[in-house]
Structure formats: C-alpha cells, structure tokens
C-alpha cells in the first residue's frame, strides 16, 4: 500500500498511472491510495463470470452490510450505513475471451495495462474492473481491477489493483491500512459463504 500526493502518480508509479480511467490523479485536495490484494477463494474460476459479478443478489452478499440498488445493467448505488455513514455509485465491467462489456478505450487500456502489472495476471480466465464515484463523503472516487486466476479445479487466485482518491483530512495510513486488511479478509470470507 502507498499513499502518495497525485504528481508522484505518474513520476513513481507510471506502471499504476494507465490504470486511472477517471483521472482521478487530476483531482484537487486529495491523496492517491494505491492497494494491491491477492488471496485464494474456495470458487471454480467459472463462479466469476459476468452475470454474477452483476447480480444484485451476489453484490448485495458481496458487500456485507452495504445496501446495494441496480440503476442499470452495470450501474449501482451503494449505500454505507453507520457511524460513518455515506454512498457512491459503482459501475462493474467485465473482460474474458468470450464476452468484454469494457465501455471506452481508457477502461480498455486500463485493463490491459493491469494484465502487465503482474505476470499472473496474464494468466487470468477474467477480469472485473469498477470505478468508483459520486462519493458524498471521504473520497473522489476509486478504480479497481481484479484479474481472477485458475489455481486448481476449486481455488482462485484473486488479485487486485486499486487506487483511491481519498480526501486529505481523511488520508491516514493507520486508519487506511486497518481497513484494508479487514476488508480484504471480509471480501474472501463473503465469495465464500455465497451460495
């Protein structure tokens, strides 16, 4: 995990910067939170296909306490409640070699470019890329990309990259990495007990 100011984005991180489909590195008052994730799931690589990944039903289990409402094929409405109450919308693309709803050519490069990252990611069955946005607190909006990998007949390697344009009061590495680790260990825990 790093957070850097928005110029580094492009001086340190140039491998990251194709990943920005938002130009999130050209928002005013702000932090970048570049995360990168990788944990195995009990799921067939098949589970990740791209009606699952925009089922309601999935993203609301998927999102644990988070309320979830479709606006459209792609198109969601999350709702954070609790103490530190707050919404953003997501929009979820999905990428295999049988099917890709990439909307643009900066999803489509970011994609590509996330397959370069890493080469296990060159090996993935397909990936899911969000972005993130309309935040009413916190943040400015975020990108993530999840390549999801074989490994055996019902193991999946998940690996993730994103980046988050936090606002600066709320820019605190303590805080964002205690998060992180919870939410990573929740994600897993969630794709698993799905049924």
Known sequence: ??????????????DWAELD?????????????????????????????????IDEKFLTHFMGEQKVKKKSENHFQINVPGEGAHEYEMRSYFDSDDISTLPNSRVIRAVTQAKK?????????????KELTNY?????GGIQVSSFVPLKENKTLVLSYSINAVRKPFAIRKVIQANFGREIEAQKNLIESFK
């Open 1 to 14: 995990m790093a957070i850097i100011s928005p110029e580094r984005l492009s001086e340190k991180y140039a």
């Open 21 to 53: 489909s938002l130009s999130l590195a050209h928002q005013d008052n702000i932090k970048l939170v570049l995360m990168k994730s990788a944990y195995i799931v009990d799921k067939p690589v098949g589970f990740f296909d791209h009606q699952t990944m």
């Open 117 to 129: 990252l890493d080469v296990i990611s060159g090996s993935a069955s397909s990936i899911i890329f």
């Open 136 to 140: 009413s607190r916190y943040s400015k």
